[in-house]
């Protein structure tokens, strides 16, 4: 519905480089440099600084980013709608899913669902682990998509102004890049382990989880924390580019493959649950 053109700038406004966004939209970075310049051209405006260190947005280029971003996320949920009216005789569960969210648990269970609930069907919503994406999906759960599901907590739930059920916990382990001299310690990681480390964490107030964690982390003044506003596949990508620590649980073994799972002698726990609106479809809620 929208001139992918626009999709693709602001792919490289969040990643600040023309190669990075290559590689996330699977296209060359050539391809992606002309269709910047083809969208410059059309506008008849300058939207990017380009220099040697990435790229920056002009003036004129933080009013468009910012207009395309309120445009892409409109016309998501306005096609969202339309095909909502087009279901309207057959009971649809949108479920979204990400690398984050995988919802793994509901589509192993589908097959038992299906058949003691013949018409319903099942609808997978993928969506970007963007900062902006993931926001606009939460607090609008209901909407484009009904449920989806991933880490939560009580915090977490307010945050997002969201409902949310727990299905089960599993124990918070620590992500591990490559190149760390960690990667390939076999034993269970000690907090003595993590000396002189840089572990990354949702900032203070957002996440009850994240915070039990850091309260533990902050016992040890040689570990140093890392504050991130959102925790999605770009978290695993910072890890790897600092060389610093991540949480993970086993949901998230294959997010990143330079990231290996490890260990740790604590008793910090994830919980995994559905994040639903209080106004869902009565099908909807019999399922979860």
């Not at 009216?85 to 899913?97: A, P, T």
């Not at 449920?147 to 620590?174: M, N, T």
């Not at 850091?214 to 040689?222: G, I, S, T, W």
């Not at 991540?246 to 910090?268: F, G, S, T």
Request: glycine content about 4%.
């Amino acid at each position: 519905m929208y001139n992918l053109q626009i999709k693709t700038f602001l792919k490289v406004v969040d990643l600040g480089s023309f190669n990075k966004a290559s590689i996330e939209l699977y296209i060359s970075a050539s391809a992606v440099i002309k269709q910047i310049n083809a969208l410059e051209k059309n506008l008849g405006l300058t939207l990017l600084n380009r220099n040697a260190q990435g790229v920056t947005l002009t003036e004129s280029g933080k009013i468009i980013y910012e207009a395309s971003k309120n445009l892409i996320n409109y016309a998501d949920d306005a096609l969202a709608k339309a095909k909502k009216i087009e279901e309207q005789n057959q009971q649809v569960i949108n479920l979204g899913v990400s690398p984050m969210t995988p919802g793994e648990l509901l589509i192993q269970h589908w097959p038992d669902i299906k058949a003691s609930k013949d018409n319903i069907q099942l609808n997978i919503v993928p969506f970007e682990n963007s900062e902006d994406k993931i926001n606009h999906i939460l607090q609008n759960i209901g909407e484009s998509i009904d449920i989806v599901i991933g880490f939560l907590d009580q915090s977490l739930l307010d945050y997002f102004h969201c409902e949310g059920i727990e299905l089960y916990r599993l124990p918070i382990r620590i992500g591990v890049p490559s190149q760390n001299k960690l990667f390939n310690h076999r034993e269970s990681l000690t907090f003595n382990d993590l000396k002189q480390q840089k572990i990354i964490l949702l900032e203070e107030g957002i996440s009850d989880v994240f915070d039990a964690v850091r309260n533990q982390l902050k016992q040890v003044p040689e570990i140093q924390i890392e504050d991130t506003k959102i925790y999605n596949t770009h978290t695993f990508n910072d890890a790897v580019r600092k060389d610093s620590l991540v949480l993970m649980a086993d949901e998230w073994d294959n997010v990143h493959p330079l990231v290996q799972l490890h260990k740790v002698d604590w008793d910090c726990e994830f919980i995994f649950g559905v994040f639903y609106s209080d106004l869902l479809p009565s099908h909807v809620v019999e399922v979860i």
